[in-house]
């Protein structure tokens, strides 16, 4: 790493490059061509295997990061930042290698035929590529009065890959001579882009009270597409994104009532950004994108120091009880739905000794 610039100069230039060097070495369980399971029967509820695959991974490689900051001081209270760097995130270890899991149920076929039935299933992949991107920003900063600053900042981001999750349709050997299922499992997106700009603006009167508040604009493309549409954007990733909080805070008292909001979104969490479907009709697989509905989220925290050594705390979190919800490829399919409700922690901190 290099630096330029003296503490008297108006500007300030950093700049170097890591290099990262990664050996990855994955075992993980996986479902043999012909399973023999753990009952004298074919199946007995239990989805045990006697003689599972294993799986062993080996990958090396290595990343050279380069990246640079800059800080131009245009003004007593104005600052410029213009930074650009090569990054990467390597996946979990979860990701890599969680075994496969098979689920099955109890059926009844049209024959009259009863046994268990293969449902889905879930795993991990030790063959994942980390995240790899470069990115650019620049922002403008703008300080006024004691404790003011108004903020703007636009990036744009290359992606080489990243990590999502598909579903995706296997069949799977059972009591009925095989069923077709979804089997749910990280995957790597090839290629994409994210660019955008963001607003933030924060202050603190004298008396205590003061707010933030910010506001993303991201759009965003990737390779990833379905039998519905082309370049889905990339996972988890909103349109639009707005947080806000506002806050007492003096005489020992702290009281903050905060706001998240996003617009929908390709799903980024465990369900996964596409769903394949056999099509019963054409006995063909159909890739549909899995969206996550707009959600947003009211939460408050009040506390309070009694004296230096002890202090409580209590917190409610989504005080109006939204729900997270996904639909499938359109807004009338419903997908998913989960509702955790209101939250409630009280807390007490406790300090000893010197």
Do not use: C
């Amino acid at each position: 790493m290099a630096d330029l610039g003296d503490k008297g100069d108006r500007f300030h230039l950093n700049m170097g490059a890591r290099i990262v060097d990664t050996v990855q070495r994955v075992m993980a369980g996986a479902l043999p061509a012909n399973p023999i399971y753990i009952s004298d029967e074919s199946w007995d509820g239990s989805n045990a295997i006697t003689n599972p695959d294993v799986i062993k991974a080996e990958r090396h490689y290595t990343d050279v990061l380069p990246s640079m900051n800059l800080v131009l001081d245009v003004a007593p209270d104005q600052k410029v930042r213009v930074s650009a760097a090569r990054v990467m995130s390597p996946p979990s270890p979860y990701q890599l290698g969680t075994g496969a899991q098979y689920n099955f149920t109890r059926e009844t076929n049209t024959a009259g035929k009863q046994g268990f039935a293969f449902v889905g299933g879930s795993g991990g992949n030790p063959d994942l590529d980390p995240f790899r991107a470069t990115q650019v920003d620049i922002g403008y900063e703008w300080y006024f009065g004691s404790q003011g600053a108004l903020t703007f900042g636009g990036f744009y981001k290359s992606i080489d890959t990243f990590i999502q999750t598909t579903t995706t349709s296997i069949t799977v050997m059972d009591d009925f001579g095989g069923s077709t299922a979804g089997f749910t499992a990280p995957s790597n997106g090839a290629g994409g882009s994210i660019k955008g700009f963001e607003v933030g603006a924060q202050y603190a009167f004298d008396f205590g009270v003061g707010f933030n508040a910010n506001y993303t604009y991201s759009l965003s493309t990737s390779s990833t597409h379905t039998d519905f549409a082309r370049d889905l954007p990339i996972p988890g990733v909103s349109l639009h994104a707005l947080t806000a909080q506002a806050y007492y805070q003096k005489n020992g008292l702290e009281a903050r009532l905060s706001y998240s909001w996003r617009s929908s979104a390709v799903n980024g969490d465990a369900i996964g950004s596409v769903f394949s479907v056999l099509d019963a009709t054409t006995n063909k697989s159909v890739a549909y994108g899995v969206f996550s509905r707009p959600y947003g989220q009211l939460d408050a925290q009040v506390a309070y120091q009694f004296t230096p050594e002890f202090g409580i705390t209590f917190e409610a979190i989504n005080l109006t009880e939204e729900s997270q919800e996904t639909y499938l490829q359109f807004k009338n399919q419903p997908f998913s739905y989960m509702n955790s409700g209101r939250r409630f922690m009280l807390g007490g901190r406790f300090k000893f000794g010197g």
